[in-house]
Every structure is written in structure tokens, then in C-alpha cells.
């Protein structure tokens, strides 16, 4: 069996991650279409050697590897992807979209900044996907400087299928490399990052502005980035365990969102979790989907309270981007693997609930 690696963000700090009570999507006939052309198009699924991978992106003909976010659109039925490592850049403002099987570079009429690390989620009550932050940003688009001298910022976009808007909310946090997820419980998106005072903030945005929950300041404890939340159909709470901190061993405590405060509960992750991991909401079985790389790939169910690990026949090599896809029935898993130590390829998996298959967007 072909050895893979995901290559979803760099583990480097100093250097260089859903639906309301309508799922329905509209026809493709009334949805907008943005620019593209043919030289902009290549095969999702096709290999290319590491070489020609790295002159390909450079040349800004093929999507990053890493540094990225990435998200699914249930609307359009489609993966984008915004900004990421180059291989002489720590910054793309590229975007690119991965539907029937084929990345395509997109040319929008507005473009963000160029960044890197970026947080992004589906909000499902908007039906367009929010992006927020991102570091290694241009000084003009700059709001903080941490960590050395990297630059990060604190602007709120949407994309609508065919166009990023930059949103104008009242207030905004300025956190470092957050994570963002969709709360289904309260219609509204939770993100958890860092400020350039290292103290982890918890903030909510409603499509208007964006809250600070500031009795929640400190938590998840101890401090951490790359952390993953998924909403929990279970408990209908958002969750999260595990991420990064070079001084903290044990990040396997299970924390649970419920709208006001962070609550540790009694459970603890059975298993390491790396900043690869994927976390998703698994409504047919009122659970939460779970993919872990260490020591290599598995699934878990979360059912609210405790760790359930599944035996699928088939067992995808990655774990990266993991979303609902709820009017189909199944969760989403995608990501780059490196085949045989030579190749990139990106895959696509489907969950039925009980086995994993490759598929297309």
C-alpha cells in the first residue's frame, strides 16, 4: 500500500482548517459563474512528481499544499480554497475552486489580501462561505505583529460562489491563526485563536458582527493552535481537543462550546491528535466524525460522550478537510497526500456512515 502524507498546514509557528433548517441548494441554472479559462484548469486527481508540483504552483497554474484554507459549499457542490505557501512565497491570494474532478483558478472581481493560515467555514443561514484572519499578510492589510515579525489580520470576507466580499462588522477580534467551525445549534460561526498576548478568545459571528465572549478568555486550557471544533449533533455543542502548543503534552481534554463558555468535560481523547485531523458533525447518526493521523489514519465516532473507534473496509491514507454534506447524506473528506514519497495527488472521500469511498466534487 502506497505510503501518504497530508500536508493540509505546516506544524511551524515562526515559519513560513455547514446547514440551517434548509439544506436545499438552488438550481444550477440561477447560480453565478465566475471568470476562468482553460489554462487555468487542471485534474484534481492526477499526480504530478514533487518537481513539477513545485514549478506548477510557483507558476500559479496549480492549487497550494499547504498553508491554505479550504472549504466545502454544499450550494454550488464544490471545495474552494483560498491563499497558502508558495514555494518561494509565504502567501498566495489566489482562489481556486475543485468541482467535477478538476481544480480551476478563479479571477473574482474583488481579491483579499494575500495570506496564509487563514480560518474559513460554510455558514449554511448565509448559504456563502466566511473567511476570517490570516497571517503573512501584506503590511498594508496588517493589524498586529507577533511572534517575531510575522503579520496577521483581522478582516472578514465572504464568498458567494462567484465573488469575495469584504464584510464591514462593528467589531472584530485580531487573533493568531484561529479556527472556525459552525455552530447548527445557534446559527451562527464559533472561532478560537490566540492574541499577540498569547491569551486563547473565544468570538461569534452572526453575519452582522462578531461577539467576544470574554468569561471565556483562557479557555480551551491549556493554550493551543491548530486546534479542530466541529459541531456535535450528539450533545449540540461545539467540541474541540487536541492541537499544538510546544510547552503542553496533554491536549487530549474534550471541550465543549455551549454557546456562552467553554466546559471541560470528562473525557479525554484515546488517541494523539495532531493539527491534521478532521472533525464533523455526523447528523444520520447523531454523533460527531472524527479522523486522526497519529499514529496513522483512523475514524472515530464521538456519540457525546465517549470514543468509539470504526473498522471501515476502506480507510483513506489523509485526514485533512472534513465537512457535511447533508442534503447528500454523507461527510466530506479531503485533502493532498504525497503517494510513494514522489507524488501529490489530492483526493476526495465519501462517509456513508460505515465505509469510506473515493469520489468527485
Known amino acids: 500500500m502506497a505510503r501518504t502524507a497530508c500536508l493540509l498546514a505546516a506544524i511551524v509557528v515562526i515559519a513560513c482548517g455547514n446547514a440551517s433548517s434548509s439544506t436545499s441548494a438552488p438550481s444550477s441554472a440561477a447560480l453565478p459563474t465566475v471568470a476562468s479559462s482553460p489554462r487555468d484548469s487542471i485534474p484534481a486527481t492526477s499526480p504530478m512528481s514533487i518537481e513539477a508540483n513545485g514549478q506548477c504552483r510557483e507558476a500559479g497554474l496549480c492549487p497550494p499544499i499547504g498553508c491554505f484554507a479550504s472549504e466545502f459549499d454544499p450550494i454550488h457542490s464544490e471545495i474552494v480554497l483560498f491563499g497558502g505557501c508558495l514555494p518561494t512565497q509565504p502567501r498566495s491570494d489566489a482562489t481556486w475552486r475543485d468541482k467535477d474532478a478538476t481544480w480551476t483558478r478563479l479571477h473574482p472581481t474583488h481579491v483579499p489580501p494575500a495570506r496564509s493560515f487563514e480560518a474559513m467555514a460554510f455558514d449554511p443561514a448565509l448559504g456563502v462561505v466566511v473567511m476570517y484572519g490570516g497571517r503573512d499578510v501584506p503590511q498594508s492589510a496588517a493589524e498586529a505583529t507577533g511572534f517575531g515579525t510575522i503579520t496577521y489580520s483581522g478582516d472578514t470576507w465572504t464568498w458567494d460562489g462567484s465573488d469575495w466580499s469584504q464584510q464591514h ?193
Open 169 to 361: 462588522p462593528a467589531h472584530h477580534p485580531v487573533l493568531f491563526q484561529p479556527s472556525a467551525t459552525y455552530d447548527y445549534a445557534r446559527r451562527q460561526i464559533v472561532l478560537v485563536g490566540s492574541t499577540p498576548t498569547l491569551t486563547l478568545e473565544t468570538w461569534t459571528y452572526d453575519g452582522f458582527d462578531w461577539t467576544h465572549w470574554a468569561q471565556a478568555d483562557g479557555k480551551p486550557a491549556p493554550s493551543r493552535i491548530y486546534n479542530r471544533m466541529s459541531f456535535d449533533a450528539a450533545s449540540k455543542t461545539v467540541v474541540t481537543f487536541g492541537g499544538y502548543n510546544p510547552r503542553a503534552s496533554d491536549l487530549t481534554a474534550v471541550w465543549e462550546w455551549d454557546g456562552r463558555t467553554w466546559t471541560q468535560t470528562p473525557a479525554a481523547s484515546p488517541f494523539a491528535l495532531s493539527a491534521f485531523a478532521g472533525f464533523a458533525p455526523e447528523f444520520d447518526q447523531g454523533s460527531m466524525l472524527i479522523c486522526s493521523d497519529s499514529p496513522a489514519a483512523t475514524t472515530w465516532r464521538w456519540d457525546g460522550s465517549r470514543f468509539t473507534q470504526l473498522h471501515p473496509l476502506h480507510q483513506p491514507g489523509l485526514c485533512a478537510g472534513l465537512s457535511p454534506d447533508i442534503s447528500r447524506h454523507r461527510v466530506l473528506l479531503y485533502g493532498w497526500t504525497l503517494s510513494d514519497g514522489q507524488f501529490w495527488q489530492f483526493e476526495v472521500w465519501s462517509w456513508s456512515g460505515y465505509d469510506w469511498s473515493r469520489t468527485s466534487i
